[in-house]
């Protein structure tokens, strides 16, 4: 059997550089400045401008602050970056106003927006160039009806601008959302009694958000989830995955030691601490990927400026031109990384180090011992 490792390696790499690599392609026209605090905001959800200067404003503002990261088109840049195409499907003009100006997670504040370029932005990212709807009602569409290749086109549409950041976009599993093609739940559906209030309600606990389509716009997206669940049936005979028995090959005591000696790993993990019930929440491939390349582990970062004033934090953004962190109040600070000098304290460079050292048994026996850790 072919080594399963090298794919999981190779993708989890991929995660870890992909949004870097692709930010240091482009240029930085003004470095973030710290958003200390947010300035008040005229009301975003008061009557959007329609006219052209207005959208073409919008999509002057949207240029210079907010394509670097999120895509030109507004597409998006996986899996650091998500698209906002439909992305008034998921917040209010308010909402998107308040993380335009305070930021959010590892996007920076811009208070610097003044109030008619922000109209002017929630204006152009409210405009769609995704497939109008289909004119057949949901309650005409059934069965057959429902699986119309016009149909399941328009929903793929709202699916990759919506979905398929976290299940991928043939709806096969994403970088944190499952593989929808094989979900019961997909499965049991009929006509979208099952999926559509999963998409109007969203799963809070699993981090997925509500989103607030038309009837219509549901039909369509149950159609296209439909229709790759059928295309991926069609696989007959083909390996669409890694299957949980091929990972539960090593030896448990050998993993176990290794935990505890030459891997390190318990230098900084606990199996009573933090991987308590880690394969409770996570199988497979999926534990494999997290052991090899962890997802969402911080980094702490200390800053020095010109004048000596030290700031810790942790780091929120990082590039070839900008370094920025969270202090412990919250708020984002940032510096050219030319102005400045900063250490960088990742955990996860730990597994980075482990990869050229790693052999096939060290990674089965590994992941027999985390298994057991439910």
Same mark, same amino acid.
């Given at each position: ?74 597409e998006g840049i996986l899996p650091a970056f998500p698209p906002l195409l439909g992305i008034q499907h998921q ?22 927006i003044q109030p008619q370029e922000l109209t002017a932005l929630l204006h152009f990212l409210g405009t769609s ?21 016009? #149909? ?65 716009? #549901? ?156």
């Amino acid at each position: 059997m072919k080594r399963i490792e090298e794919a999981a390696l190779v993708a989890a790499m991929a995660v870890g550089t992909l949004g870097f690599s692709v930010i240091g392609l482009r240029s930085i026209e003004q470095p973030i400045q710290a958003a200390a605090q947010s300035p008040t905001t005229t009301t975003a959800t008061s009557q959007r401008p329609t006219s052209a200067t207005t959208e073409d404003a919008g999509a002057t503002v949207y240029a210079k602050q907010c394509a670097i990261c999120h895509g030109d088109q507004r597409e998006g840049i996986l899996p650091a970056f998500p698209p906002l195409l439909g992305i008034q499907h998921q917040l209010t003009d308010d909402k998107i106003a308040e993380i335009i100006h305070k930021g959010k997670g590892r996007m920076p504040g811009f208070p610097q927006i003044q109030p008619q370029e922000l109209t002017a932005l929630l204006h152009f990212l409210g405009t769609s160039e995704m497939p109008g709807p289909s004119t057949t009602t949901a309650a005409e569409s059934s069965g057959a009806e429902a699986h119309a290749s016009g #149909l399941a086109e328009a929903g793929g549409s709202l699916f990759r601008q919506n979905c398929a950041f976290c299940h991928g976009r043939d709806a096969m599993g994403g970088e944190t959302g499952p593989d929808l093609t094989q979900s019961k739940l997909v499965q049991a559906d009929v006509n979208g009694d099952k999926i559509s209030p999963v998409i109007k309600e969203g799963r809070i606990e699993k981090k997925m958000p509500a989103f607030n389509f038309s009837s219509q716009e #549901l039909l369509s997206l149950v159609a296209f989830i439909h229709a790759r669940e059928t295309a991926a049936a069609s696989q007959k005979g083909k390996r669409r995955g890694v299957e949980v028995s091929d990972l539960q090959t090593g030896n448990l005591q050998a993993g176990k030691e290794y935990f505890n000696g030459a891997g390190g790993c318990a230098k900084c993990h606990s199996p009573t601490g933090d991987l308590a019930g880690i394969a409770s929440r996570y199988q497979g491939l999926r534990l494999e990927e997290r052991m090899l390349y962890p997802r969402d582990a911080t980094s702490k970062v200390t800053v020095t400026t010109p004048n000596g004033k030290t700031i810790d934090g942790t780091l929120a953004y990082r590039d070839e031109f900008v370094i920025g962190l969270r202090d412990a109040d919250g708020t984002y600070h940032s510096w050219p990384v030319r102005k400045v000098k900063f250490k960088v304290d990742s955990p996860v460079d730990a597994h980075v180090e482990l990869f050229p050292k790693y052999s096939d048994d060290d990674i089965h026996n590994l992941m027999a011992y985390l298994q057991t850790l439910r």
